[in-house]
């Protein structure tokens, strides 16, 4: 290689790493990954809750290299954020091999006869002139081929993931590894194509493309294709073998919990899909620009132009899969990351098209330098804020998170059980048993969801089933977002009498912040009964996004609505009335809603210390001591609030 073109890819990867350091943070979901670790070295097998053989990743091999770290003494989340880095530099150094294999000679076979001849003889004198040392000049294609990895390393979503602890930038690196031996040593795609599979089960999708290419376009023959196909079977079979004996299925249980076939998938896809195309698709001017490419490619393998067909392949099928599952549950352009390297890599053939199409030399040497860095600008600055929002929503739930699951350890003493609609962070910094309320661990919920008419959630995870999940009889249920129901299998437990009647809401104070969850009260709860109606749960859902927004007096409105269409006997409507009145200084009517709250549920913790806060401002300390000794009994960490001035006497 060229020392100057080294010393700019030295310089790509130096800017990669500071850029991946820039996002530092563990998403959430990288918690279960590190939870089966955990497991797996201390000998409890590749399990998320002991005892419990359920394959609730999609990450085989990510999980398996963690271990490996792990054992050797390092610790997990460290491991995970080096392995993804080096993955990132790794994938950026075999884009721009991949690069230069597209673009050699692009420059020069699109033209006229005579143009190709003229352009040919230039290229060959110019190497002549640059060899010294037995090293050639690089020419324009060289330089050019810098362009897709730089681009990369601009992007913000490719740098957010490989620092995020999942195994988003070792997928990245096996796909390109396949697609560089795809053109090269082509039977070495096998094996990295496996790989990619053991990484994230879309790895088989990869595979599937290179062979249509391979037996429809390259028109190497069926029989050979098939020959390919046994060797990736071959290289799976032990993996899959070990699936069967030990989970009992072939499909990890995520699959079940999260995908589907709809129009509701597609329209969420459709979505996910717009988003990136703002983000990282020039509104939709780069996948243009891969049809100009598939226009202009020969079938079979009349010269270099031929390398671009799989990757336009890769494209267009990877693009149209992710869409009709639905896109992805988190921010920031996951699932779009193996498509990126092979839309840039279009970038640098477009822009060694432009150059090639300018007769003035000035232009031919700084057009295409300033289109790119025009493109470099939009890939890094546009999308940038909004990451940075995504970012911080996800350190602060992490730590929210790990938080609770400090102070439950805390709470119980030991071992107990817990259900929770984000599990990462809870279940790795607790020993509980953990029930995923949407299924992505659980077999249950997974293959058996309800079906509630009425539950209005855009979550794209909408299995639940909350009856089964009752009948485990977990210690504490924890929300997503408080005591506000965000998601469908939230939602539904809302419906549900032995969840309004058995649970309660349970203050655990965190700064200047009430972190919500729901413990179970003592005894046997009476028979469970489903209410028909789930309007009052998604009116609830609404309360706690006005009275969030300081909207007391619309989410007073609205809760007055609860109690109106909702069940009998939901008294937490009449707590936050009394809440939402109280706030608004109406003490007559927060009193009125409190004692109504309090005489329907003695555990409503809010109105006994609203109704303490009353008596103590009107000097009836004898009530107020009562209120406080009720307070105690069932929350007595709610007396440590003294950070939140709203409800303080």
Same mark, same amino acid.
């Given at each position: 290689?060229?020392?100057?073109?080294?010393?700019?890819?030295?310089?790509?990867?130096?800017?990669?790493?500071?850029?991946?350091?820039?996002?530092?943070?563990?998403?959430?979901?990288?918690?279960?990954?590190?939870?089966?670790?955990?497991?797996l070295v201390s000998g409890r097998g590749l399990v998320f809750n002991t005892g419990e053989r359920v394959e609730g990743y999609t990450n085989f091999l990510w999980i398996i290299l963690l271990a490996l770290f792990t054992t050797l003494?390092?610790?997990?989340?460290?491991?995970?954020?080096?392995?993804?880095?080096?993955?990132?530099?790794?994938?950026?150094?075999?884009?721009?091999?991949?690069?230069?294999?597209?673009?050699?000679?692009?420059?020069?076979?699109?033209?006229?006869?005579?143009?190709?001849?003229?352009?040919?003889?230039?290229?060959?004198?110019?190497?002549?002139?640059?060899?010294?040392?037995?090293?050639?000049?690089?020419?324009?294609?060289?330089?050019?081929?810098?362009?897709?990895?730089?681009?990369?390393?601009?992007?913000?979503?490719?740098?957010?993931?490989?620092?995020?602890?999942?195994?988003?930038?070792?997928?990245?690196?096996?796909?390109?590894?396949?697609?560089?031996?795809?053109?090269?040593?082509?039977?070495?795609?096998?094996?990295?194509?496996?790989?990619?599979?053991?990484?994230?089960?879309?790895?088989?999708?990869?595979?599937?493309?290179?062979?249509?290419?391979?037996?429809?376009?390259? %028109?190497? =023959? !069926?029989?050979?294709?098939? #020959? &390919?196909?046994?060797? /990736?079977?071959?290289?799976?079979?032990? *993996? +899959?073998?070990?699936?069967?004996?030990?989970?009992?299925?072939?499909?990890?249980?995520?699959?079940?919990?999260?995908?589907?076939?709809?129009?509701?998938?597609? %329209?969420? =896809? !459709?979505?996910?899909?717009? #988003? &990136?195309?703002?983000? /990282?698709?020039?509104?939709?001017?780069? *996948? +243009?620009?891969?049809?100009?490419?598939?226009?202009?490619?020969?079938?079979?393998?009349?010269?270099?132009?031929?390398?671009?067909?799989?990757?336009?392949?890769?494209?267009?099928?990877?693009?149209?899969?992710?869409?009709?599952?639905?896109?992805?549950?988190?921010?920031?352009?996951?699932?779009?990351?193996?498509?990126?390297?092979?839309?840039?890599?279009?970038?640098?053939?477009?822009?060694?098209?432009?150059?090639?199409?300018?007769?003035?030399?000035?232009?031919?040497?700084?057009?295409?330098?300033?289109?790119?860095?025009?493109?470099?600008?939009?890939?890094?600055?546009?999308?940038?804020?909004?990451?940075?929002?995504?970012?911080?929503?996800?350190?602060?739930?992490?730590?929210?998170?790990?938080?609770?699951?400090?102070?439950?350890?805390?709470?119980?003493?030991?071992?107990?059980?817990?259900?929770?609609?984000?599990?990462?962070?809870?279940?790795?910094?607790?020993?509980?048993?953990?029930?995923?309320?949407?299924?992505?661990?659980?077999?249950?919920?997974?293959?058996?969801?309800?079906?509630?008419?009425?539950?209005?959630?855009?979550?794209?995870?909408?299995?639940?089933?909350?009856?089964?999940?009752?009948?485990?009889?977990?210690?504490?249920?924890?929300?997503?977002?408080?005591?506000?129901?965000?998601?469908?299998?939230?939602?539904?437990?809302?419906?549900?009498?032995?969840?309004?009647?058995?649970?309660?809401?349970?203050?655990?104070?965190?700064?200047?912040?009430?972190?919500?969850?729901?413990?179970?009260?003592?005894?046997?709860?009476?028979?469970?009964?489903?209410?028909?109606?789930?309007?009052?749960?998604?009116?609830?859902?609404?309360?706690?996004?006005?009275?969030?927004?300081?909207?007391?007096?619309?989410?007073?409105?609205?809760?007055?609505?609860?109690?109106?269409?909702?069940?009998?006997?939901?008294?937490?409507?009449?707590?936050?009335?009394?809440?939402?009145?109280?706030?608004?200084?109406?003490?007559?009517?927060?009193?009125?809603?409190?004692?109504?709250?309090?005489?329907?549920?003695?555990?409503?913790?809010?109105?006994?210390?609203?109704?303490?806060?009353?008596?103590?401002?009107?000097?009836?300390?004898?009530?107020?001591?009562?209120?406080?000794?009720?307070?105690?009994?069932?929350?007595?960490?709610?007396?440590?609030?003294?950070?939140?001035?709203?409800?303080?006497?």
């Amino acid at each position: 290689m060229n020392k100057k073109i080294g010393a700019v890819l030295l310089l790509i990867l130096l800017f990669f790493l500071l850029h991946a350091v820039s996002y530092n943070f563990i998403q959430d979901d990288a918690f279960i990954s590190y939870r089966y670790v955990k497991n797996l070295v201390s000998g409890r097998g590749l399990v998320f809750n002991t005892g419990e053989r359920v394959e609730g990743y999609t990450n085989f091999l990510w999980i398996i290299l963690l271990a490996l770290f792990t054992t050797l003494g390092l610790n997990t989340v460290a491991a995970s954020k080096f392995l993804g880095l080096a993955s990132g530099c790794l994938s950026l150094l075999l884009l721009y091999r991949i690069a230069r294999i597209l673009l050699r000679g692009e420059g020069v076979e699109w033209k006229r006869t005579e143009d190709r001849e003229r352009e040919r003889r230039k290229q060959d004198q110019e190497n002549q002139e640059g060899q010294k040392g037995g090293k050639a000049r690089p020419g324009p294609a060289d330089w050019l081929a810098l362009a897709p990895p730089l681009l990369l390393a601009a992007n913000g979503a490719f740098a957010y993931w490989c620092i995020s602890g999942l195994e988003s930038g070792l997928f990245v690196l096996m796909i390109l590894a396949a697609t560089y031996f795809y053109f090269t040593r082509e039977r070495l795609m096998v094996p990295f194509g496996a790989l990619a599979t053991l990484v994230r089960p879309e790895g088989a999708l990869v595979f599937a493309v290179f062979l249509l290419d391979k037996v429809l376009f390259r %028109r190497d =023959g !069926l029989k050979n294709g098939l #020959r &390919f196909a046994a060797a /990736y079977a071959v290289l799976l079979l032990p *993996y +899959l073998i070990f699936k069967v004996a030990y989970y009992g299925d072939l499909l990890p249980n995520p699959f079940y919990a999260k995908t589907g076939f709809s129009w509701e998938y597609v %329209r969420s =896809g !459709l979505g996910y899909f717009w #988003r &990136f195309l703002r983000h /990282y698709g020039l509104w939709g001017g780069l *996948y +243009l620009l891969t049809l100009i490419g598939w226009r202009r490619t020969p079938v079979g393998r009349e010269n270099s132009t031929w390398v671009r067909r799989p990757a336009l392949l890769m494209i267009w099928i990877y693009s149209l899969a992710v869409i009709l599952i639905g896109g992805d549950v988190l921010q920031g352009h996951r699932f779009f990351l193996p498509v990126l390297p092979f839309l840039y890599l279009f970038i640098g053939w477009g822009l060694l098209r432009l150059r090639c199409a300018v007769t003035s030399e000035p232009l031919r040497r700084w057009l295409p330098a300033a289109a790119l860095a025009a493109l470099l600008s939009v890939t890094f600055f546009l999308p940038r804020p909004w990451l940075l929002t995504v970012r911080r929503a996800e350190i602060g739930l992490g730590r929210k998170m790990a938080d609770t699951a400090a102070r439950l350890n805390a709470l119980f003493d030991g071992s107990f059980t817990m259900a929770a609609s984000t599990i990462g962070a809870l279940s790795y910094y607790s020993e509980a048993t953990v029930i995923d309320m949407l299924g992505l661990t659980d077999p249950m919920i997974a293959r058996h969801p309800e079906e509630i008419p009425g539950i209005a959630s855009p979550w794209k995870e909408r299995n639940y089933n909350g009856r089964y999940l009752l009948s485990r009889d977990p210690d504490v249920i924890i929300f997503s977002t408080g005591m506000k129901p965000s998601a469908p299998a939230e939602r539904a437990l809302l419906l549900y009498s032995e969840f309004r009647d058995h649970y309660y809401p349970y203050y655990l104070p965190r700064g200047d912040l009430l972190q919500v969850v729901f413990r179970r009260k003592p005894g046997d709860p009476a028979a469970n009964r489903l209410f028909p109606d789930a309007a009052f749960a998604n009116l609830f859902n609404q309360v706690m996004s006005l009275e969030s927004r300081g909207l007391l007096a619309l989410a007073a409105e609205k809760t007055e609505e609860i109690i109106a269409v909702g069940p009998p006997d939901f008294s937490w409507a009449y707590d936050r009335m009394a809440s939402l009145h109280f706030l608004m200084k109406n003490q007559a009517e927060a009193e009125r809603f409190a004692r109504q709250a309090v005489g329907m549920d003695d555990y409503c913790v809010l109105s006994h210390y609203i109704l303490k806060a009353l008596y103590l401002a009107r000097g009836d300390s004898a009530a107020a001591g009562e209120e406080h000794d009720k307070i105690l009994r069932y929350n007595p960490e709610f007396l440590q609030l003294n950070a939140d001035e709203r409800y303080r006497p």
